[in-house]
């Protein structure tokens, strides 16, 4: 399966003259021109004194140049990409705590980074798009000279980190997570043969590039494959149908809200969707309703496959299976990359059908978090990677999520978790989109809430709606509070948060 250990024998795989990088609206770039970027880029950055091992931090648009940047820079050096929303705080927290060595960043782009940068004595060179070349080409221009002999010059190794990126952090400090040429290699190998990519795939990349599910499952897995990406400027509802009927794309890959709000406009679009290519359609990065799995393959006419990743695994653990092998609502999927099993409190593996927390082990995961030893040592167990989430594996080998452990809400010392109640009110034909959350209780510790969008024109009331939940749920399992909202707040990559959502929803007192 692995034919490639660093990102600069990935790359070598696609046919000199296809498409590799494209973008809406331009001509796109080659795998041959891909390749020739590589080196010119690992060039630069050695003139500049920048090699294998030292971090470049990423503040670039979502796009296309994102996409090359970060595959050429991670060819002889570290890449560290940094979501450009982020304020100028969270600029200071980030290249500091990253020890970054350079900024790169689009010229003409506006970004606190840059005063962040020029503080702490950080270079700052500037990404120039080749406005009349292919898109993803561009040249690296420094702010001021810059001269030097990096320590390692050329192509990184196996063995080298080629991606940088924080944990979440959504309860403590965000933690850093390495991840070398190896693990992410292998992920996008994995991603690869559970969708049997080929030469002639084309994915449509929707997902934000300074996260590993775009840039892994979109932008490497399809490189690795000898297909294309086509990188849009990020996702937009408005304009994901002409998108799609201009590419033609044979997959995408996306979070359950996106999928979510593609739905809400599918209905005007169904000719455009009839006349396209679309092969299957993927779901990452958080837990897919049941019902808006059936949905999207009614409306498609394709399979969802819906699979489970996280950083710390290089994106990729467990993923359903393609048709005509058997996929599962609710359910995702078998081992995909890794080795999974299900581990009790004190580290014991458990049986088929038994509770507990999923942990993982293999060529994609990450060695440890970096200058963390307290992490690490509550990380791994006997080498196995600790996820976090609590599941179930059946005899065939299928793996049921029921949460994420710090989600799972203690009710008096009576344990449930949030997606069981999601999914039953997701059933009423009023509702839309909806998130449980844990809301603070003055004698149980705990009490449950569900946070709930209405289909459009649709109405209920917050009764009717615990009636309904009622009828399908044990009582300490039926939300005491719904809030009806416009829209679930998002994190910056388009999951719904539980953690600290009572806080912003003000039913903390």
Avoid at 280 to 288: E, F, G, N, Q
Avoid at 291 to 300: D, I, N, Y
Avoid at 316 to 340: D, F, H, K, W
Wanted: glycine share 10%; net charge neutral.
């Amino acid at each position: 399966m692995y034919r490639a250990d660093t990102v600069v024998q990935l790359i070598e795989q696609g046919r000199e003259g296809d498409l590799a990088i494209g973008a809406p609206g331009r001509p796109g770039l080659t795998h041959g021109g891909l390749r020739d970027l590589a080196r010119r880029t690992v060039a630069a950055l050695n003139a500049l004194g920048i090699g294998c091992g030292d971090r470049v931090a990423l503040v670039l648009p979502n796009g296309p140049e994102m996409a090359t940047a970060f595959v050429t820079i991670a060819c002889g050096a570290t890449t560290a990409p940094l979501n450009p929303a982020y304020r100028a705080e969270e600029f200071e927290f980030y290249l500091s705590d990253l020890n970054a060595r350079a900024l790169v960043i689009q010229e003409g782009m506006e970004s606190p980074a840059r005063a962040v940068a020029a503080a702490r004595g950080i270079p700052i060179i500037e990404l120039v798009p080749d406005a009349k070349g292919p898109a993803g080409l561009f040249t690296l221009k420094p702010e001021r000279p810059l001269s030097g002999s990096p320590a390692r010059a050329g192509f990184a190794g196996a063995e080298d980190v080629a991606l940088v990126l924080h944990t979440s952090g959504t309860t403590s400090r965000p933690k850093i997570v390495p991840l070398r040429h190896v693990n992410v290699t292998a992920s996008a190998y994995h991603i690869g043969h559970t969708l049997e990519l080929g030469h002639e795939d084309v994915c449509l990349n929707i997902m934000p590039l300074f996260h590993i599910h775009g840039l892994i499952a979109a932008v490497l897995a399809s490189l690795a494959a000898g297909g294309a990406v086509v990188c849009t400027p990020g996702f937009n509802a408005l304009k994901f149908f002409s998108w799609f009927e201009e590419i033609r794309p044979s997959w995408y890959t996306a979070v359950p809200t996106m999928h979510q709000a593609i739905l809400g406009r599918a209905g005007r679009n169904s000719g455009i969707i009839q006349s396209g290519r679309l092969r299957l359609i993927r779901s990452s990065s958080a837990s897919l309703p049941p019902q808006v799995m059936e949905e999207l393959e009614r409306v498609f006419q394709v399979p969802v496959i819906e699979s489970y990743g996280m950083t710390e695994a290089s994106h990729q653990m467990a993923s359903n299976p393609l048709p005509p092998r058997l996929r599962y609502t609710g359910c995702v999927g078998i081992a995909a990359g890794p080795e999974i099993g299900i581990m009790d409190e004190a580290g014991n593996l458990l049986p088929a059908g038994v509770l507990g927390e999923i942990v993982i082990r293999g060529r994609n995961v990450t060695a440890g978090y970096e200058n963390n030893p307290e992490a690490n040592a509550k990380a791994f167990t006997h080498g196995w990677f600790r996820t976090g989430d609590q599941g179930t594996l059946d005899e065939a080998g299928y793996l049921r999520i029921t949460g994420r452990l710090k989600e799972i809400i203690n009710r008096g010392g009576e344990k449930l978790s949030p997606l069981e109640v999601d999914t039953v009110l997701m059933d009423h034909p009023a509702v839309q989109q909806v998130v449980t959350f844990a809301m603070p209780h003055p004698k149980l510790g705990e009490e449950v809430a569900a946070a709930v969008v209405l289909r459009e024109g649709a109405s209920v009331t917050e009764r009717e709606l615990r009636d309904f939940a009622a009828r399908r749920l044990a009582d300490f399992k039926v939300p005491r509070k719904i809030v009806f909202l416009t829209e679930i707040p998002k994190g910056a990559t388009g999951k719904l948060q539980r953690i600290g959502l009572a806080e912003r929803l003000g039913l903390t007192a």
